[in-house]
């Protein structure tokens, strides 16, 4: 029943009919798009939402193609993925908040294959019995780190659980007082172990650790000895770490493993490209370390995944472990990362085919350059009122990889001369309103945009033309 008729006393136009407004061209396209059940529910939304104004005598209007619009415009913006592709501008390459590593194009298109058609996961081709899905990567696991074994699992979180619990579990675990972190995302070392269900012995001091501090807590009760990356900080001046190389023949002698969890897990030397030398993954392997744990979406470059190299016997255990049912991977990112660990046995391409490294490596002479090409884009985008300068930067490689390595960048800085910050927040929040958001910086009363992490120049500049248009039909909000 259409409640608007019949009480309709002045020469206004009555509230339509649901069926009216379904009878419009804009109704007609949202019905095509999102279907009757929806495109009616949103009408008679937008009718009830119309109704207490329109009682009250208010001029507004409520033509049946006006109410159609405005049911078709929230159909569209409601229909907009939560997760969305944005710009990274910030400035941190394996931004965790932004998704870390981009896929490298053989690995989209592994995962593409795997996700439409069935595949040989857990099937062996060569005698039709069961397979394993860990044997995808686990030959090419072991000849790029040169260890005996490996397992993959959902995230190194989830390695360093399996390891504590399979190898620790109601027994004690070592570990320097330095190196209990705690990195982003609640992922606390002690709370972890406790999970694991495994006792956590601290040994040494927070500057400094000594062989002989692991070597005094060893009792019956111990079960492994462990060294954690300190991945988002470093302690500097009177320090002393306990390097693995030099833990790996106390652990020999006293029969027990040493478990490294590397964090972001490298596979080449970065020295190579411009970086800083990160210890890898075959470092830690060649040190003695028994086992190594490591992310998949960090500095390796592939799809989030947690990876466990070292001994075959203690990978045995690992895999045999009811936990990891409820950790392994599924065929898309086994697919994914099966084709980004073939991609580093060439080495001398992986630059141009792993985005990750390509990113990282992006010389900064070539990104102040670019900053140069983009300035007038972003002038023109910002308008007057703005500031716009290209300004020498300092990316982060991010997600727990050397914390402190500055990478000499490119990029823009805007700033809002004689406005406080008020400005520049309204100005990075319509960057990320656009449909492709754009997201930067601010440091230092300005909105810095970091070129080095940008993937795709053509996405930016029709943001950048889309804020334009934005910005000219705002009210002009400072002088
Ligand atoms: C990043 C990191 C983790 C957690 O890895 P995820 O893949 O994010 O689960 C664990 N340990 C260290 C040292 C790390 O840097």
């Not at 399979?166 to 982003?184: D, Q, Y």
């Not at 060439?346 to 900053?371: C, I, N, V």
Request: aromatic fraction near 2%; charge should be neutral; glycine fraction near 8%.
């Amino acid at each position: 029943m259409d409640q608007s008729s019949g009480i309709e006393t002045s020469d206004r136009a009555p509230l339509p009919s649901v069926d009216r407004v379904l009878a419009t061209d804009a109704a007609r396209v949202a019905t095509e798009r999102f279907g009757r059940p929806a495109t009616v529910a949103s009408v008679r939304a937008r009718i009830a939402e119309a109704r207490p104004a329109w009682r009250a005598g208010a001029a507004i209007d409520v033509s049946p193609d006006r109410i159609a619009a405005i049911a078709l415009a929230r159909l569209e913006s409601e229909d907009v993925p939560s997760q969305r592709r944005v710009i990274n501008l910030t400035g941190t390459v394996l931004h965790t908040n932004l998704g870390r590593a981009l896929i490298a194009e053989e690995a989209i298109a592994a995962v593409t294959a795997a996700m439409r058609h069935p595949t040989s996961l857990e099937f062996r081709l060569s005698d039709g019995q069961r397979g394993e899905r860990d044997d995808h990567v686990r030959g090419l696991l072991r000849e790029l780190t040169g260890a005996e074994d490996a397992v993959a699992v959902n995230n190194n979180a989830a390695a360093v659980l399996l390891t504590l619990n399979s190898l620790s579990e109601g027994r004690e675990t070592i570990v320097s007082r330095g190196e209990l972190i705690e990195i982003g995302g609640a992922f606390r070392m002690p709370s972890i172990m406790k999970r694991a269900g495994a006792r956590l012995v601290e040994v040494g001091t927070t500057n400094r650790t000594h062989v002989a501090d692991y070597a005094d807590a060893i009792g019956p009760e111990t079960a492994l000895l462990m060294k954690v990356h300190p991945s988002n900080y470093r302690i500097e001046g009177f320090t002393k770490e306990v390097r693995a190389a030099e833990l790996a023949p106390l652990a020999r002698e006293r029969g027990l493993p040493l478990v490294d969890d590397l964090g972001s897990g490298v596979l080449v030397d970065l020295s190579h490209y411009g970086l800083e030398r990160e210890r890898t993954v075959q470092d830690a392997v060649a040190d003695g370390a028994d086992l190594v744990t490591f992310s998949g979406d960090k500095l390796l470059g592939g799809p989030q995944a947690g990876l466990v190299v070292g001994r075959a016997d203690l990978v045995k255990r690992l895999a045999k472990n009811h936990l990891k049912r409820a950790l392994r991977l599924d065929k898309l990112r086994l697919a994914a990362l099966e084709a980004t660990l073939k991609l580093y046995r060439d080495p001398d391409r992986l630059t141009e085919r792993l985005p990750t490294l390509a990113l990282l490596s992006r010389p900064a002479d070539q990104l102040k350059a670019l900053a140069g090409r983009l300035k007038r884009a972003v002038e023109a985008a910002v308008g007057p009122a703005y500031g716009v300068e290209t300004v020498d930067l300092a990316s982060q490689i991010g997600s727990g990889a050397l914390p402190l390595a500055q990478i000499p960048s490119g990029g823009l800085a805007i700033s809002a001369p004689g406005e406080s910050g008020a400005a520049l927040l309204r100005l990075a929040a319509a960057f990320r309103s656009l449909s492709v958001p754009v997201i930067g910086r601010i440091a230092e009363d300005r909105l810095l945009l970091d070129l080095r992490a940008l993937d795709d120049e053509e996405a930016l500049l029709a943001s950048l033309r889309e804020l334009k248009a934005a910005m000219a039909g705002e009210a002009p909000s400072c002088g």
